[in-house]
């Protein structure tokens, strides 16, 4: 009997370990609709007062990036909205970034380019993990601004041959 015990105690667990639901993705990035503002960065030269300041003007929590020690993650309630990253350099008008949700990033930046914008050489580039994609832009008064789609550029598809 004592053998059987031992065998249940150690094949049991194993089995229901088994049954545990394999961990979920994260989701993707809330749609906040086309046209809505869906992301911005803020850049500092000065991560813990920047932290400190916008903490406590908006109750704004913070939390790490993986891979990085110099972003986090803005969070408004339960929510994340933005970056706060170091800056890589001087402050400039690349250094605070609104980023406008559409529908495909690719059409966006070609019709921003139809209507007189600079976009920025290397942009539009899909978001790591396939999340989504970014343009960057300078409008025609010289403002920065970027564009969000939650659609990943397609990858190119070999030509045939």
Known sequence: MRPVFLALTLVLPLAFAQQQPAPKPPPPK????????????????????SRDFYG??????????????YAVEIVAGDVPIGTLRVAEGPISGFNGV??????DIQASCAKAKELGANVIPGFP?????????????????????????????????????
């Open 30 to 49: 809330l749609d906040v609709g086309v046209g809505h503002i869906a992301w911005f960065d803020i850049t500092t030269r000065d991560m813990a007062r």
């Open 98 to 103: 609104v980023y406008v949700q559409v529908d």
């Open 125 to 161: 580039f899909n978001l790591t993990e396939k999340t989504g994609a970014i343009g960057l832009f300078v409008d025609p008064a010289g403002h920065p601004m970027g564009m969000y789609s939650r659609t990943p550029i397609p990858e190119a598809k070999p030509a045939d041959k």
């Open 56 to 69: 406590k003007l908006f109750d704004w929590k913070f939390t790490g990036l993986q891979g990085t020690e």
